[in-house]
Structure formats: C-alpha cells, structure tokens
Nanobody, 116 residues
Framework: QVQLVESGGGLVQPGGSLRLSCAASGSIFSINVMGWYRQAPGKQRELVATITTGGSTNSADSVKGRFTISRNNAKNMNYLQMNNLKPEDTAVYYC??????????WGRGTQVTVSS
C-alpha cells in the first residue's frame, strides 16, 4: 500500500500562487502515475494533472499554462505549482497515485481557497 499526505493549501488572492506537495510512503516503487484531482463544492471530482515516474505530464484544459506538476523521486514527493489562481480553482485538492497492480490510492486532501 501507498500512503499519501498533501500539504500547502490555504487561502490566496486571485492571481496569487500556491505550491501543493504530496508525500508518499509505503510501497513507493509500485507507483506508475501520480496526479492531482480536485473537487469544488457541488461539483464532481475532476482530474487536474498527472505525471508518470518517467516524467511525462498531462493536465486539464482549465489549468494549462497556469499549473505545473512535477516530482522528486528521491524524496518520494510530487508537487503542483499553481500560478495565476482564479476563484474557480477553489476546491479540495487530492493527491492520487496509480499502482502497478492497477489499484489507486488517495490522500485526504488539502483545501485551496481563492478569494479576495
């Protein structure tokens, strides 16, 4: 099993930046893909960005050009750098990993609120 802990959320003004971190522990060598999802009030959970262990990335159209996902394999962490934040980015952000077994693990989430 892989355990995930997110950090870095908080309150930020529109146009500001936040950097989310996800620390992984456990069977870290079983991870194929790491990513971030978010769930805003009254909406479905949606994919934000993903990164493979080889460094290939993908992101949702709504965040392209503003959010960047990266990872540090030596530290067993990945990051979501969020720039030019908008009120519609307000959500609980969840770290996610897909394992070689096909199973998926989730963190408990971190709140990001973008407001004046």
């Amino acid at each position: 099993q892989v355990q995930l802990v997110e950090s870095g959320g908080g309150l930020v003004q529109p146009g500001g930046s936040l950097r989310l971190s996800c620390a992984a522990s456990g069977s870290i060598f079983s991870i194929n893909v790491m990513g971030w999802y978010r769930q805003a009030p009254g909406k479905q959970r949606e994919l934000v960005a993903t990164i493979t262990t080889g460094g290939s990335t993908n992101s949702a159209d709504s965040v392209k050009g503003r959010f960047t996902i990266s990872r540090n394999n030596a530290k067993n962490m990945n990051y979501l750098q969020m720039n030019n934040l908008k009120p519609e980015d307000t959500a609980v952000y969840y770290c996610n990993v897909r394992l070689s077994t096909g199973a998926v693990s989730w963190g408990r989430g971190t709140q990001v609120t973008v407001s004046s």
